[in-house]
């Protein structure tokens, strides 16, 4: 099959390095980083690789990731292994355990997919892209000085940053099943950054348990960050339609009131259905829908990954919003091409939309009115903007 056509005055970059894919968080963990392995067969099967600017990224430096976390952490990520870790007192206190275990390599990992991210950010700034897409980040919990739910180095923090030294405003959205709030702590007291996220939301029965739709920034009203963080508390079950038109109702005047220069989109693949963590019953679609509402706004953007774990489903979303990122998602077969490598993880349908909202569904319990209570408590937020 022929490749596909670039795009026209429009570079869409590509950040990636093959060295994050190997490393195994354990067994029964349920993050693969083998899941970008796929992702990146089904990119190349479809040929999109010639429509975009490709970069092996190389790891960040510690200066770069010092930028956001702490010598302590940092010293502590490099030297802890899973050999020494016994004899190290700080374990706890660094929050490493079962979601964020210590593994071989885990410094090269952190340092791989953040470097990818800056790169990335880099791109933006000296518009040599438009869209610049890292699948391997997008690891929204890590804090200054701890590692949490799965994420070691916050590099969307650190990508937003390097944002910060070129454009005025940020928006960063975060449509992955877990609220963002990693990033949404680190930006918390500043109106550069507007932070965005969608996500199940259970104080007491699901992982990080903040996000409520009453948490928007400092108490102060005379702290320049208030107003500037918003959340889109979800229950089990959101279908398809009723996401979307969430998702617009609430990014459209988001990005009227708060007039952002670039995007940082997050594009979890757990909020997808039958995704091993999630509990929404999106289908690839619907996800690639907002995807491309984003990518209509014409704003620069910076593409994350993030959480997803059925990593047959996770390489579908990415290989399918890659091509809504260069624009050519009409014209993927919905068949899967038949020289992709790892085919069999892909049977016995071999599609790139298989539907995800049969089997294992959760019930739906977003009323039509509590969704409605979500936008209207939005556009409250975003009025304080305007005054
Ligand atoms: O629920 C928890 C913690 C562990 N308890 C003390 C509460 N952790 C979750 C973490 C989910 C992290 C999601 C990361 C991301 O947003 C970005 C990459 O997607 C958790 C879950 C769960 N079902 O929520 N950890 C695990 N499952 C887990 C299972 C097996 C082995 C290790 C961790
Ligand atoms: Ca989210
Ligand atoms: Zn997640």
């Known amino acids: 099959k022929n490749g596909i056509v670039r795009p026209k005055g429009y570079t869409v970059s590509f950040h990636a390095n093959s060295s994050v894919e190997k490393f195994h968080f354990g067994q029964s963990h349920p993050m693969k980083p083998w899941r970008l392995t796929l992702t990146k067969q089904l990119v190349m099967a479809y040929g999109m690789h010639t429509a975009m600017d490709l970069y092996l990224t190389r790891a960040a430096t510690r200066e770069e990731m010092a930028e956001f976390h702490t010598e302590d952490y940092l ?33 090269d990992y952190a340092s791989l997919y953040t470097g990818a991210s800056l790169d990335a950010a880099r791109k933006l700034c000296n518009e040599q892209s438009q869209v610049a897409i890292n699948w391997s980040g997008g690891l929204h919990h890590a804090k200054k000085t701890e590692a949490s739910g799965f994420c070691y180095t916050n590099d969307i923090v650190l990508a937003i940053l390097q944002l910060l030294r070129y454009h005025p405003r940020v928006l960063y959205i975060d449509i992955d099943v ?4 990693g990033v949404e702590q680190a930006f918390w007291s500043t109106d550069r950054v507007m932070t965005l996220s969608f996500h199940k939301y259970d ?66 693949a757990d909020s997808l259905g039958c995704d091993r963590l ?76 298989p539907p995800l909202s049969e089997h294992g569904r959760f019930e739906n319990k977003n009323s039509r009115q509590y969704l409605w209570s979500l936008v209207e408590g939005i556009h409250k937020q975003l009025a304080y903007l305007e005054s």
Not at 81 to 107: H, S
């Open 203 to 268: 104080k007491d029965n699901f992982f990080p348990g903040t996000g409520p739709l009453s948490s928007t920034g400092p108490e102060n009203p005379l702290n320049p960050g208030a107003h500037h963080a918003l959340n889109v508390p979800l229950h089990d079950g959101i279908e398809d339609e009723d996401y979307v038109w969430l998702f617009k109702q609430i990014v459209e005047p988001c990005v009227g009131a708060y007039q952002p220069s670039v995007i940082v989109l997050q594009c979890g």
């Open 75 to 107: 010293d502590f990520l490099k030297r802890v292994t899973p050999n020494n870790m016994l004899l190290e007192p700080r374990l706890a206190q660094y929050n490493i355990g079962d979601d964020c275990p210590i593994f071989d390599g885990l410094y």
């Open 278 to 353: 999630g509990c929404f019953n999106l289908n690839i679609r619907a996800h690639g829908r907002c995807v491309d509402f984003v990518k209509r706004l014409n704003l620069p953007i910076l593409v994350f990954g993030g959480g997803g774990y059925t990593p047959r489903n996770v390489a579908r979303l990415w290989a399918y919003e890659t091509s809504i990122c260069i624009g050519c998602s009409e014209q993927l077969d919905e068949k899967l091409p038949a020289h992709t490598p790892a085919l069999a993880h892909f049977a016995p349908d071999n599609t790139l939309f």
């Open 178 to 181: 877990h609220h963002g709030d």
